[in-house]
């Protein structure tokens, strides 16, 4: 416990974050700076939120510690407030307006504590005609333009990238991003902030060379049809023999004249930039895929720079002798998952503890923040909280 204490020995090692507990972009946020080495204590609320997974598989709660709070108690805020001073960075994930109802807004903590950094993490935003509306990740993008790019059929729908476009990252990371940046300023100048992270900015901005590429003439205003979307023969995804895919990606002149070779095409393959043959060299591709397994497809690209790889599944990515040899994926307590990222050469980060039960660590909490009023809070009884005020944008509860 004494290395949890203060995090981890990561860049972000004596960085305090207190994270009011919530679903989707805010936790894996918090998960970030626990994973570089904040001591993130993660404020749980009895009963609740959450989509019904069990706390122990909950992977974006590891490296945290949890106390419980219930902010409708009397002297909830009042205990949140004496973690805020302690603090440098907040996390909250609710609508807007709520936070400051529950007596922990900006104003209440700002003026508690004047460095301190308040992150604020919703779909909409602050401020805007849907900032009170319930909201999804997949709605976030649809109204940026990023999902109605994304996807194979210029006369078909767009293709779902999970949640980690909108969600992970253009929230959480544009979270962090804010956050770390204004930490910076607030310990340069001792003014802490308010930073408003909404999904449909960062979602937007994500997509800034794309705009500049739509300016220029050299990307159409829709799907499949442009070099990086899909629309381009040597720039995608080919079925094998056996149901499996490969990836292409050989964009510059000297990776498509690598690929073709080894394809065993180069013979009738036209020039990359015979764009009126485009078709004839994706169906040529695609029937030669279709002559092999993945698995033999992959040897013949192995050390290539024929930019060619297998699709792996989730199950299947640990074992990939490159992501094994670099360690991208951990083992800890049982779970094999993505380790930290980025690296650091002098203070790495490392997957310290496994994910934090809600209310496990109220006690040590209280001892190494000084904050003796959170004794006793876990025995609250459980509230719970109206769905339209106090559910986090993203998901609706």
Not at 88 to 101: M, Q, S
Request: one cysteine or more; proline letters at 8%; charged letters at 20%.
């Amino acid at each position: 416990m004494a290395a949890q204490a203060n995090g981890g020995n990561g860049p972000l090692s004596g960085v305090r974050v207190v994270e009011l507990a919530g679903i989707g972009p805010g936790p894996f946020a918090a998960m970030l700076l626990a994973d570089l080495g904040a001591d993130v204590v993660r404020i749980d609320r009895p009963g609740g939120p959450g989509l019904g997974i069990d706390p122990a598989y909950d992977l974006t709660n590891r490296n945290k510690r949890s106390v419980l709070v219930d902010l409708k108690a009397d002297g909830g805020p009042a205990t949140v407030l004496d973690l805020v001073e302690r603090a440098d960075i907040l996390v909250e994930g609710y609508r807007p307006g709520v936070a400051e109802r529950l007596g922990v807004g900006p104003e209440a903590c700002l003026a508690r504590n004047p460095k301190l950094v308040y992150g604020r993490m919703t779909g909409w935003g602050q401020d805007g005609p849907l900032a009170a509306s319930a909201g999804h990740d997949i709605a976030y993008i649809a109204i940026t333009g990023t999902l109605g790019m994304i996807g194979p059929d210029p006369d078909g729908p767009p293709t779902v990238p999970a949640n980690l476009v909108g969600d992970y990252a253009g929230g959480s990371l544009y979270l962090v991003v804010g956050v770390l940046a204004a930490l910076q300023h607030a310990r340069t100048h001792g003014e802490g902030q308010v930073v408003d992270a909404a999904i449909v900015d960062g979602a937007a901005h994500l997509a800034t060379m794309i705009h500049g590429m739509v300016a220029a003439g050299g990307w159409q205003d829709r799907r499949g049809v442009n070099l990086l979307d899909g629309g381009c023969p040597f720039y995608g995804t080919y079925e094998t023999s056996d149901g499996g895919y490969m990836v292409v990606g050989a964009l510059e002149q000297q990776f498509y004249e690598e690929f073709t070779r080894l394809l065993g095409i180069e013979d009738v393959a036209p020039a990359r930039k015979d764009f009126g043959r485009w078709d004839e060299l994706r169906t040529a591709v695609a029937d030669r895929f279709r002559t092999r397994t993945r698995d033999e497809w992959t040897a013949v690209f192995e050390g290539t720079d024929a930019c060619v790889a297998p699709v792996l599944s989730m199950r299947e990515a640990p074992a990939h002798p490159h992501l094994a040899a670099r360690g991208t994926f951990v083992e800890h307590a049982g779970f094999t998952q993505p380790a930290p990222a980025p690296r650091f050469s002098v203070t790495p980060g490392a997957v310290r503890s496994g994910p934090a039960r809600p209310g496990a660590d109220t006690d040590v909490v209280a001892r190494d923040w000084s904050v003796p009023a959170l004794t006793g809070n876990e025995a609250r009884p459980a509230a719970r909280p109206e769905a339209r005020d106090e559910a986090p944008q993203e998901p609706e509860a």
